[in-house]
T-cell receptor, first 113, second 114 residues
């Protein structure tokens, strides 16, 4: 059972366009992380959000955590070819094994010059 | 800070042999390490959770006798793929946990079984 629904699975856009990736769950998160992974490498942590309604910015990336702590989004403004990669959301839940993360399916982003 | 290394970064072996992959937290002590498997263009699949000094907890469907995990210290965990077969070819990634929820990932190990 996939606890986290991540969409879209694939995104192919031109340089300069904006995009949003969504991560949704039927259960309340205790925290949610966003990672970016390039081919042949491990995921790199972008941000951790823990507070409902929280918004965090990382240059052209904006991360939102829903008020109900059941959804999150990643918005990229003016995408660049260097943003190409696999974006993963991962959540932890109260009551689950300590520290265990549940991953979404990932969003493969390709930005064309 | 929070650097995790894996060794080797890639390995090619013959079918039937065993392969050991090391995961080290370089600048922090990790009470828990996790082992994942990833197929091309897909997300990470958790294989097992490893705590220092105790037996690993395996996810459903992962054979513990096939994938041996040893967590000898707070900075080292090893995954041994025993009697490897071509279907074991994959990208194996470890992560180390500091604090309650932050996981830092290693760079991965590409395994190819011929």
């Amino acid at each position: 059972t996939q606890l986290l629904e991540q969409s879209p699975q694939f995104l192919s856009i031109q340089e300069g366009e904006n995009l949003t990736v969504y991560c949704n769950s039927s259960s309340v998160f205790s925290s949610l992380q966003w990672y970016r992974q390039e081919p042949g490498e491990g995921p790199v942590l972008l941000v951790t959000v823990v507070t409902g309604g929280e918004v965090k910015k990382l240059k052209r990336l904006t991360f939102q955590f829903g008020d109900a702590r059941k959804d999150s989004s990643l918005h990229i403004t003016a995408a660049q070819p260097g943003d190409t990669g696999l974006y993963l959301c991962a959540a932890s839940y109260r009551g689950s094994t300590l520290g265990r993360l549940y991953f979404g399916r990932g969003t493969q982003l390709t930005v064309w010059p | 800070g929070a650097v995790v290394s894996q060794h080797p970064s890639w390995v090619i072996c013959k079918s039937g042999t065993s392969v050991k992959i090391e995961c080290r937290s370089l600048d922090f002590q990790a009470t828990t390490m996790f082992w994942y498997r990833q197929f091309p263009k897909q997300s990470l699949m958790l294989m097992a959770t490893s705590n220092e000094g105790s037996k690993a907890t395996y996810e459903q469907g992962v054979e513990k006798d096939k994938f041996l995990i040893n967590h000898a210290s707070l900075t080292l965990s090893t995954l041994t793929v025993t009697s490897a077969h071509p279907e074991d070819s994959s990208f194996y990634i470890c992560s180390a946990q500091t604090g309650w929820e932050t996981q830092y990932f290693g760079p991965g190990t590409r395994l190819l079984v011929l």
